[in-house]
């Protein structure tokens, strides 16, 4: 099954700003909406931010201003900026990618093995 692939994590202090990749070597995903997730030790898989074919984006509560998706349309990278990381924001983070656009991680088809993000007070 083909997989996506993301890199960018590691340790930041609160306040700093990261930037997480995502690449589908696999296959042509520039017809998916590419999303965003996270799961912190202890907690259930969040959604974080999505975007369209389009360029069509939303956004969890809790990153809103703070992070950007974007995804470079031609290839299969799509990016997270995350900046003003908080100590909240330390989790493992996935990208994946579904035919709908939608929060929901159930309706994902395809999914990276995630990449740690720690954010030290």
């Known amino acids: 099954q083909e997989k996506l692939v993301e890199s960018g994590g590691g340790l930041v202090q609160a306040g700093d700003s990261l930037r997480l990749s995502c690449e589908g070597p696999?296959?042509?995903?520039?017809?998916?909406?590419m999303g965003w997730f996270r799961q912190a030790p202890g907690k259930k898989r969040e959604f974080v931010a999505a975007?369209?074919?389009?360029?069509?984006?939303t956004y969890a509560d809790s990153v809103k201003g703070r992070f950007t998706i974007s995804r470079v349309y031609g290839s299969n990278t799509v990016y997270l900026h995350m900046n003003s990381l908080k100590p909240e924001d330390t989790a493992v983070y996935y990208c994946?990618?579904?035919?709908?656009?939608?929060?929901?991680?159930?309706?994902?088809?395809?999914w990276g093995q995630g990449t740690q993000v720690t954010v030290s007070s």
């Open positions: 994946a990618a579904s035919p709908k656009f939608t929060f929901v991680a159930g309706l994902y088809d395809y």
């Open positions: 696999g296959r042509t995903f520039s017809s998916y909406v």
């Open positions: 975007i369209s074919w389009s360029g069509d984006n």
